[in-house]
């Protein structure tokens, strides 16, 4: 059985995440319940700058991707580690702000951000705006205006690259929703020079997610040059930085592959440092925006086998969680593995299953297939790599409650965000009989 690194098993045959048991978590913080291993998030940040630095790039800068998981605590991680943060709403950028998040080292991205999101982002200082589209240049001076303010920006391009990912997860193709299409972004830079509240920085893409080979990435610094040297030429603009986005594929099943962070940094690196040779051009700063990659393996999550159920020809192992913690498999047909945390030693009795969520939606399906010993009601699962873009992306579908989150280090435990409760569903509803005319 692949154990990934940060596990252990007991003697008793008990699953350990960093040497914290897995059945204690689950008695002391009930379930579903996701486990964050601290060592490994940090380890997975630092494993992209010692990429950087070994490649010998002396100017980068990583903003971490909130969207695959923020909370309080790890803002404050993230910031602990010296790195950025990357957010695509006012609400992320909240949490951030906060929770004292340096706002000099937050990128704001976002195809259609609010009028109030991008005059939030610039009263607090934030590094950089993404611009997406045209329209938002023109709302980003005037706000930037209203402030007396100059606001850095870089420009997202669609740079039609496919790279060979599931279709939701692909967002450089040529009919992408993000970005600015090359072919106009001459004449956007032009608009630009007319705006006196914006500084052209630079130009960024992210051509998708789950991408597993470096070439995808070279392809993109490729096309980063086409534009740059047009640009160069044809406007005599120079800018300081390329971003590549995220998206550093990770696997999270047997089936996946990860990439090879250091491979592809190198790659990066020394491919732009070709081109700045070949076209005399001054090296940019290289900027990454990686989600999955720093939360995924970090991430394990509990459940408790609830019911037990034969069908025709399956067999249903039914947990108390599913679509709600985990929409993963139904939105992306997204692969996991499991462990029976409190079982990791039986050998024997292995039959085939499936692992149903609680939802009343048949698509709520944690694993379709998978081999385990036989199992018994009350008997803990733990499904790893579900650190990102599980949490964040949880509902309260059916009513049910977002389960807590506790952050485990070498043998350590503390909760770093409650369990819902039910008072919780109606917090924001209003009942009164105060009907309004207009
Ligand atoms: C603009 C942008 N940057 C970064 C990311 C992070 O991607 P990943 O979590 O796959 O690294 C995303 C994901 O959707 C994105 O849209």
Not at 239 to 258: M, P, Q, R, T, V
Not at 340 to 354: G, Y
Request: charged share 25%; glycine share 6%; net charge negative.
């Amino acid at each position: 059985m692949y154990l990934p690194e940060n596990m252990q098993i007991s003697e008793q045959g008990i699953l350990k995440i960093s040497g914290v048991s897995c059945v204690d978590l689950a008695k002391k913080y009930a379930t579903p319940l996701l486990v964050l291993d601290e060592v490994q998030i940090r380890d997975n940040i630092n494993k992209f700058n010692e990429a950087f630095i070994k490649s010998g790039c002396e100017t980068f800068f990583i903003a971490y991707a909130s969207k695959a998981f923020l909370n309080s605590e790890m803002c404050k991680i993230i910031d602990d580690e010296e790195i950025g943060l990357e957010v695509v709403s006012g609400g992320e950028l909240y949490i951030a702000l906060r929770n004292n998040f340096p706002s000099k080292k937050i990128y704001f991205n976002g195809n259609n951000k609010l009028g109030e999101e991008i005059e939030m982002a610039i009263k607090n200082d934030v590094s950089t705006i993404v611009v997406d589209n045209e329209e938002e240049l023109y709302k980003i001076n005037k706000i930037s205006k209203k402030y007396g303010k100059k606001t850095r920006i870089l420009l997202r391009i669609i740079p039609k690259i496919n790279p060979n990912t599931h279709k939701y997860l692909s967002t450089g193709q040529i009919d992408s929703k993000f970005g600015i299409h090359s072919e106009d972004l001459l004449k956007v830079t032009k608009n630009i020079k007319g705006l006196d509240n914006l500084e052209l920085n630079g130009i960024h893409s992210h051509i998708g997610s789950q991408i597993s080979e470096p070439m995808y990435y070279l392809n993109l610094v490729e096309t980063f040059f086409d534009s740059l040297i047009t640009l160069k030429e044809r406007e005599n603009v120079v800018l300081n930085e390329i971003d590549i986005g995220g998206g550093f594929g990770i696997s999270h099943s047997s089936n996946e592959k990860s990439i090879d962070i250091f491979e592809t940094i190198n790659k990066v690196v020394s491919c732009v440092k070709t081109l700045t040779k070949k076209f005399e051009y001054p090296m940019p700063k290289i900027s990454i925006e990686p989600g999955r990659s720093i939360i995924s393996t970090a991430g394990t999550t509990l459940y408790t086998v609830g019911s037990i159920k034969k069908s025709a020809n399956k067999k249903y192992i039914i947990v108390d969680g599913g679509m709600t913690d985990n929409i993963r498999p139904c939105l992306y047909d997204a692969k996991y593995q499991v462990y029976v945390a409190n079982k990791m030693k039986e050998v024997e009795n292995f039959e085939k299953v499936t692992i149903a969520g609680r939802a009343c939606e048949s698509g709520d399906i944690l694993i379709e297939e998978t081999s385990l010993p036989r199992l018994s009601v009350d008997d803990l699962l733990a499904i790893p790599f579900t650190g990102d873009y599980t949490y964040s992306m949880s509902s309260n579908y059916n009513g049910f409650l977002r389960p807590a989150i506790v952050l485990v280090n070498e043998g350590k435990h503390k909760l770093i965000t409650r369990r819902e409760v039910y008072e919780d569903l109606v917090t924001k509803d209003i009942t009164n009989n105060i009907w309004q005319t207009f």
